[in-house]
Structures are given as structure tokens and as C-alpha cells.
């Protein structure tokens, strides 16, 4: 898979001396420039401009993050089940294009953006750090881009490793689909940093996950991770229900345990495909020859579309066999699942903050594999 | 821009030339008529063609369609003495519709195409499509534009509210053929415009599930067994369709709704107790309703759920 070089970077003129933005600028060379005032600004004529759905850019902007960079990831609304996880706002949107990327409706900024103003970033982690220093807190940059596509440009990891080194109840967790984990091979992470990759069944990665590496490089770079002393996380999110699934999703179990020790993994997590109403149609504009949305798809509590709740409990029941089959140790979970939909599948339903204490617990003490 | 009055024969003015109209499905009745009574009181304007001996519209086809009809040989009309650019004459026409009445749907589309002619799209977003009353974004102006690609029977179905102008803009995304073939149906049934947008989705989905042609889903048997029902009016046939294309988009929800139909059946339950499922059997939990007048009519409904506990067919509906 090719690495995202942008052709053209949109720098915002209170952020183009920062360290950051520089580094971003050095490794593109090739890429033209060109400096605006505002962000919000430029976001909102383009916006005009090219029209809010389905126009994403190619182009990359680097600017000031002027909110927050760390929140605390939106989850879902109850009876469905969140794990507390938090968010570190690196920047947004993502160079992979997948069909179903939520990003695509969710987002009103349709380039490529990445927040250069990182001494702004640690200074609120330090802050947040000291004023909870017994707290143990997973956060990750995975929710609104991919944390791997860009690091070739940014290096971002390296520079959270100084905090990271120095506050032991914080693990950064790096969700991607892509291979590109050479940045992370020779970092002294001390267990910090847990990388986990979103698998799919190979049809789907290869239908739906365009600039995706193909699952058995994912599973190949989280091999080389833990020959590094990382651990690693995998995500089977979204599952996606297709005549074949059960197939698919078992060859990529198998490939996941012909590859992986099951005590290398901290987790795995389970989710369906679900999004909120105006996706399918911003998305089907994007790429109209998609069959994800056809299916049995019910309007759920929080008003996303989920699978009817019986295709869901088959999915998961199969899912969870053969992964039980692999390992009986390895700790499954589920993003944004019903009380009546854990039960039947794993036997227990835990409160969200259950959730999060057990997930808190597969990182603490940090452990190196 | 300077204008003559001209005295013009009919049979010079080019009908067919649709450059500058906007108008589309006027009725002509109350113009007519005023004709008839008083005579034209407005002027149509007309420009010189390239050749010179005819006229082409600016402003005034319906003018001129009905002038035509009442056997007029010839019209005063205001011709434009300095040739001037399209652009200018189709500014000229737009505004002066936009200054005396509301655009319907295919006018604002026919609008739109034209204006596409002479300004950038974004220019058109921001100055015009505000004038036609619709959003300033670049979504709006693709889905403007797709109505004026249609066929002119959805167009005109547009115009008289037959068929709703986003189910008009979703089939403009379909092939000829399969609007057709979802129009035609439309034509035969009474739909409301959500319905009509439902059903165009669920053929859409179905379609796309199962590799078939939208033909193909609607010449299915139990389709058309509906739609040759002679004792259904359309409303019921349009209902009936509805159900039909719902268990086929939905095939496991609707054996779910039936399987819990069959089973409440069973249970005999009295009027005042209703039992009902989770929405789309999302979770599980079911509601039970008690209505009640009298501390009598709560004794025997609690006696009734009481027996309902023990029925096994309400373990098996619980348990899915």
C-alpha cells in the first residue's frame, strides 16, 4: 500500500513555525504549499465550494487545534455498552477510504487534517496527568483518522514518548489498518504504546478498505511489534454481514492465530456495522457500487442503524467460538453493544465502567509481551 | 436595453427554441381566458434570429403558445433593437419570472441547467440558488440539476405533486429503464411521498442485494398479482405493494414480526391486555398495556398475565 503524500499542503499562517508543521513540510517536498489565514475560514468556503458530502480532499491542512486534544470518546447512548476509552485528537480525517467510514458523515471538514500545535497538546496531558495521577486511562488516537497513515509524516508517536515514559497509568493505543510500523520498530515504547488493527474478512478488506493494507500485512507488522516487546490489540470492527461471511471471518481467525500468541494480545473487540441514516446515502454517493448498506439494517436505541439483532447474535456467536477455539485467554469485548446481546453471546453484561475497569486492567501494570 | 414594439406574424417566432424559457406545466386556462376578454396586455419580447427572418422567445412562450391556439396571426411584441448576448437576454427572462411568481421544482431545475451556461457552479451556488429559495451547497445543486434530466412525464408528475421531488431526484440516479419501471409503478397505485421514497429505497436495496434489474423485483408474481387486483382501489394496491417489497427488502424482521404475530395469537389475550415486542427486536424487552376501568378489571387482567407467565408459548417468544 502507498503512503499518503499529500500534493498540496494548506498551512494555516499562525501554525507554519511550528516544529511540526516544518517536519510535515520537509517530508513533502514535492508537495505544493500555500499559506492561509484561517482555518475555519478556508474549511468553510471549500466546504461551499466542492459541497459537504462526499467532496473529501486531497489535500492536507496543518493548523492549530484551538479546542480541546483530549476528550473522551463519544461512544453511544444506553442501553448499548461503551468502554471509556478517551480521545487524543491528533487530527482528522483519513487517506484509507473506506465505505463505511463513519468520518464521511460525521465530519464538516473535508481535508486531511492534522493538528501541528503539539507543545499545546502536552501541556493539556500534563495538566490532565497531574490533576489525576492515580488514574489509569487508555487513549488513542484511532478515532478520527487512522493513528498509522500519517506518522510517516509527523512522528507524532515519538514525540508523545517523554509523557508517556513518565506517567505509567497512561497507555496510547494506535488503531490502524495500514503496515506502516516502521517508525514504531526501534522506539523504546516501555510498554506505553498498544497497537491494534482492525480486521475484516479478506473480501471485505479488499472490497471496502481501498487504501487498507491487505489483513495478512496487518497481521505480519503486528508480528514484528511483538518480536519488539509491543502488545497488540485487534479489532473485528465493523463486521460486515455478506453472503460468505462465516468463511471469510474464519480464514481471517485462523490467519489471526497461525500468526499472532494469544498472550501477546490485550484485546479483542467485536462490533457490527452500524451508522447513523445520513451515511448511507453520503457514502453510496462516494462509492455506489457498495452492497454493505443493502442488508437487514433496524434503527437501534441511539438511532444508528445496526443488523436486525438476530443477524448480530449469529455473527458474534460464530466470531466468539472460533475465537475461543484460538485461545480461551484472550479477552473479548464489545463496542457499542446491548446487555441482552453480551449475555447471550459471552454470559455477562457489564456496566460501563465494569467495561472500562476490565479494560483498565489489561493494561495495568504495563506490560510488555 | 432598448426595445421596439414590432408588429410580428406569428408563424416567425421559432416554438421550438427553448433557450431562454424557464416556464414548465403551466396551466394556460386563466390566460386564455384573460386574453379572450381583454385582449394581450403584456408584451412578449422577442430577439432577431441569426438569420434574421424569425424571432426567437425571451420572454412570453405561454403568451405566444396561446395566442397561437386562439388562431392569432400575429403579435405585438417588444423585439430587443441591439442583438444582445444569450447571457444577458437569459438574466433578462430569469428575473423577470423571478419578480412575479414562485418556481416550481422543474422550473428552478430548468433555471439552474441554463445559468450553468454562463457562471461557475460556485458562483451559482452562492448568488442564484439562494434566489430560488434553496440551499447555498453544492448537494443541492447536483440534485437541482438531476431533475432537469428526467423524462418529461416525472417531470410534469413533479410539478403536480404526483411524485415527490426527492424520490424524483433519487430515480434521476437510475437508468431510463429502471425509472421507468418504478414511475410506471407510481402511476398505477396511490403512494404518499414517503411511501413512494420508501419503496424506491427498498427496490434500490433489493436490487442491489440480489443483483436484479428494478424490472425484474416489480415483474415479480406477487407484485403484479397485486397490481392486478380489479376490486383494490390504488391506495390499497399501493399498500399491498408496499408489504410485498417490505418482506423481501426485510426477509428475517418480517418472519420475526410474524413468528411473534402467530404466538400472541395463540396466547389468547383479552382486548385490555397488549403485548408488544422491542422496536425491530432491538434488545429484550417487551411491554405489556393494561387498560382499565374498575379494580375489577385489574383483578381479572392480573389473573390474566398471572396465566400468561405460565404459558410456554410466552417462554418461547422471550427466548426468540
Partial sequence: ?369 | METEAVSIPLHKIEKSDRSFIITAGRDNRELTRSIQQVGLVNLPYLVAGPSGDCYRIVCGCRRIQVLTELGWKEVTAKIFSNAPEEKTLFLFAFFDNLAHRQFNPVEKAHSVERLLHYFSQEEIIRSYLPLLGLHPTARTLADTISLAGLEDDIKYAVITGALQEKTAVRLAGLSAEERQSIFSLFCMVNLSASKQSEISEHCLDIACRDSLSISEILDDRAVQDVLQQDRMTGSQKGEQVRQVLRKKRFPRLTRREESFGTLKKRMHLPPNLVLSPPAFFEGAMYRMQISFETVEDVQAAADQVKKLAENPDLKKLLEG
Wanted: charged fraction near 20%; include cysteine.
Fill in chain 1, 1 to 369: 500500500m502507498q503512503r499518503f503524500i499529500p500534493e498540496k499542503i494548506f498551512i494555516e499562517e499562525s501554525a507554519a513555525d511550528l516544529v511540526a508543521a516544518k517536519r510535515v513540510r520537509e517530508r513533502c517536498s514535492e508537495s505544493s504549499v500555500e499559506i492561509i489565514t484561517s482555518a475555519r475560514e478556508f474549511i468553510r468556503l471549500s466546504r461551499q465550494k466542492a459541497g459537504a458530502e462526499g467532496a473529501l480532499q486531497t489535500g492536507l491542512l496543518l493548523c492549530r487545534n484551538k479546542g480541546r486534544f483530549l476528550e473522551p470518546c463519544p461512544g453511544t447512548k444506553k442501553p448499548y455498552r461503551c468502554c471509556g476509552y478517551a480521545i487524543l485528537n491528533s487530527g482528522t480525517g483519513c487517506p484509507l477510504h473506506c465505505t463505511y467510514c463513519v468520518l464521511q458523515a460525521y465530519l464538516n471538514n473535508p481535508f486531511i487534517t492534522l493538528y501541528v500545535n503539539h507543545e499545546d497538546m502536552l501541556e493539556e496531558l500534563e495538566h490532565f496527568a497531574h490533576l489525576y495521577p492515580d488514574r489509569i486511562m487508555r487513549i488513542g488516537t484511532g478515532e478520527y483518522t487512522d493513528s498509522l497513515a500519517l506518522e510517516h509524516l509527523t512522528d507524532f508517536t515519538c514525540s508523545l514518548l517523554p509523557f508517556l515514559r513518565q506517567h505509567q497509568g497512561i497507555v496510547l493505543e494506535l488503531k490502524t489498518k495500514t503496515a506502516f510500523i516502521d517508525t514504531l520498530l526501534e522506539l523504546d515504547h516501555g510498554g506505553s504504546v498498544l497497537v491494534s488493527w482492525s480486521l475484516n474478512a479478506q473480501e471485505i478488506a479488499a472490497s471496502e478498505e481501498h487504501g487498507a493494507a491487505p489483513v495478512h500485512e496487518r497481521l505480519a507488522a503486528a508480528r514484528s511489534l511483538i518480536n519488539k516487546g509491543y502488545r497488540v490489540g485487534f479489532h473485528f470492527d465493523p463486521l460486515i454481514y455478506y453472503p460468505g461471511w462465516q468463511e471469510g471471518y474464519r480464514q481471517t481467525v485462523d490467519l489471526l492465530a497461525d500468526s499472532i500468541p494469544p498472550a501477546a494480545i490485550a484485546w479483542i473487540s467485536l462490533g457490527s456495522l452500524r451508522f447513523m441514516p445520513p451515511l448511507k446515502n453520503t457514502s453510496l454517493q462516494r462509492f455506489p457500487h457498495t452492497k454493505i448498506y443493502c442488508q437487514e439494517f433496524v434503527s437501534g436505541h441511539d438511532g444508528k442503524m445496526r443488523y436486525l439483532q438476530d443477524i448480530r447474535l449469529e455473527m458474534y456467536t460464530a466470531l466468539v467460538a472460533w475465537l475461543r477455539h484460538y485461545s480461551n485467554d484472550i479477552f473479548i469485548y464489545y463496542c457499542m453493544e446491548s446487555p441482552t446481546v453480551w449475555k447471550k453471546t459471552l454470559g455477562f453484561a457489564p456496566s460501563n465502567a465494569e467495561l472500562q475497569k476490565l479494560l483498565d486492567g489489561r493494561v495495568s501494570p504495563r506490560i510488555a509481551a
